[in-house]
């Protein structure tokens, strides 16, 4: 039986999000940031491409024409994603071309783009098109017509993605809390500190009284090391699961907010969402039933001002 499809399907509608986001928030500059003369020259960026061994769409050609081919097609994509729409073959597509543009411009990366680069590609074993789409079910159709032993790999290879994106999560939370713990900073409480009072990490109005708070800094400091190392003994035992998730959106909120790093905090919190499947199932029925409620309500008082309309509602369908 699969599991998390829920969960996943909120990571892939959120993580086309956070790909369409950076497109939007770049579209006015895009010329200067991606284009054939951009700060980073072409020539230059092709041969860093090709000194990493690395690929880039933005590459191949120097043309404008290509360049606003490319860059157009991949905001299309990262909104077929956010949509649920084109499948799998959209969401590889997006990959490659949010790859493209990362390689492009990579000064502007914040940390999440690596994320998302190892999730993706976890995301295409699983079912993460279930939910939160609106895709025509084309695909399901021909899914039908492959072979049984064909079909019958679909399960085990969604639920050996959800563990691989469950076991990612929590490497990179174990690695970055013991990476923090060797900080001399980190060990004496007052990194946080040092962190908020970065002009590009800082968020005017809230940041200072974060860290003008000796004892907000100490605890926060201390507490993100111990929830950090501590998260996959949290996400192991299914009644702290909720809780462990729900504190990891929470923290990665605050530093949205706090430090202005957006992209990298929805990616994150995306990612958080493969730990919540039963309790954003539960939101999801909530939310169905209240617009059901709503609209039979709505219904109701049309009909009170309609007396046919009101016998038709009273009797039922015909």
Same mark, same amino acid.
């Given at each position: 039986?699969?599991?998390?499809?829920?969960?996943?399907?909120?990571?892939?509608?959120?993580?086309?999000?956070?790909?369409?986001?950076?497109?939007?928030?770049?579209?006015?500059?895009?010329?200067?940031?991606?284009?054939? %003369? $951009?700060?980073?020259?072409?020539?230059?960026?092709?041969?860093?491409?090709?000194?990493?061994?690395?690929?880039?769409?933005?590459?191949?050609?120097?043309?404008?024409?290509?360049?606003?081919?490319?860059?157009?097609?991949?905001?299309?994509?990262?909104?077929?994603?956010?949509?649920?729409?084109?499948?799998?073959?959209?969401?590889?597509?997006?990959?490659?071309?949010?790859?493209? =543009?990362?390689?492009?411009?990579?000064?502007?990366?914040?940390?999440?783009?690596?994320?998302?680069? =190892?999730?993706?590609?976890?995301?295409?074993?699983?079912?993460?098109? %279930?939910?939160?789409?609106?895709?025509?079910?084309?695909?399901?159709?021909?899914?039908?017509?492959?072979?049984?032993?064909?079909?019958?790999? $679909?399960?085990?290879?969604?639920?050996?993605?959800?563990?691989?994106?469950?076991?990612?999560?929590?490497?990179?939370?174990?690695?970055?809390?013991?990476?923090?713990?060797?900080?001399?900073?980190?060990? %004496?409480?007052?990194?946080?500190?040092?962190?908020?009072?970065?002009?590009?990490?800082?968020?005017?109005?809230?940041?200072?009284?974060?860290?003008?708070?000796?004892?907000?800094?100490?605890?926060?400091?201390?507490?993100?090391?111990?929830?950090?190392?501590?998260?996959?003994?949290?996400?192991?035992?299914?009644?702290?699961?909720?809780? $462990?998730?729900?504190?990891?959106?929470?923290?990665?909120?605050?530093?949205?907010?706090?430090?202005?790093?957006?992209?990298?905090?929805?990616?994150?919190?995306?990612?958080?969402?493969?730990?919540? %499947?039963?309790?954003?199932?539960?939101?999801?029925?909530?939310? $169905?039933?209240?617009?059901?409620?709503?609209?039979?309500?709505?219904?109701?008082?049309?009909?009170?001002?309609?007396?046919?309309?009101?016998?038709?509602?009273?009797?039922?369908?015909?």
């Amino acid at each position: 039986m699969p599991f998390g499809v829920v969960g996943v399907s909120g990571t892939r509608a959120l993580l086309g999000f956070v790909g369409l986001m950076f497109y939007v928030s770049q579209y006015a500059d895009r010329d200067f940031l991606f284009g054939p %003369d $951009a700060v980073l020259p072409w020539r230059e960026f092709v041969a860093q491409v090709h000194s990493e061994g690395s690929f880039s769409l933005y590459a191949w050609s120097s043309s404008e024409a290509w360049f606003q081919l490319v860059f157009h097609l991949g905001l299309i994509t990262a909104l077929m994603v956010t949509l649920g729409i084109g499948g799998r073959a959209g969401l590889a597509f997006h990959w490659v071309f949010l790859w493209s =543009l990362y390689e492009r411009q990579p000064v502007l990366l914040d940390g999440g783009d690596n994320l998302a680069y =190892l999730v993706l590609p976890m995301l295409l074993a699983t079912r993460c098109y %279930d939910r939160f789409s609106l895709s025509s079910g084309r695909m399901k159709r021909l899914g039908r017509r492959l072979p049984t032993h064909v079909r019958s790999l $679909a399960t085990p290879l969604h639920n050996l993605g959800v563990v691989a994106i469950a076991s990612q999560m929590c490497l990179v939370y174990v690695v970055s809390g013991l990476y923090k713990v060797q900080g001399q900073m980190w060990q %004496d409480g007052t990194a946080l500190f040092y962190v908020l009072r970065v002009p590009e990490f800082t968020f005017p109005g809230v940041s200072n009284l974060i860290y003008h708070n000796d004892f907000m800094v100490v605890a926060g400091t201390y507490m993100t090391v111990m929830f950090l190392v501590y998260f996959p003994l949290g996400v192991l035992v299914p009644a702290l699961r909720p809780w $462990a998730a729900a504190m990891s959106i929470s923290f990665h909120v605050a530093i949205g907010l706090c430090m202005g790093l957006t992209g990298f905090a929805l990616t994150m919190i995306a990612c958080d969402l493969v730990f919540l %499947d039963k309790e954003l199932a539960k939101a999801v029925s909530t939310v $169905a039933n209240l617009a059901d409620r709503l609209r039979h309500r709505a219904r109701k008082e049309k009909a009170s001002g309609d007396p046919a309309a009101e016998v038709t509602l009273a009797e039922g369908p015909v």
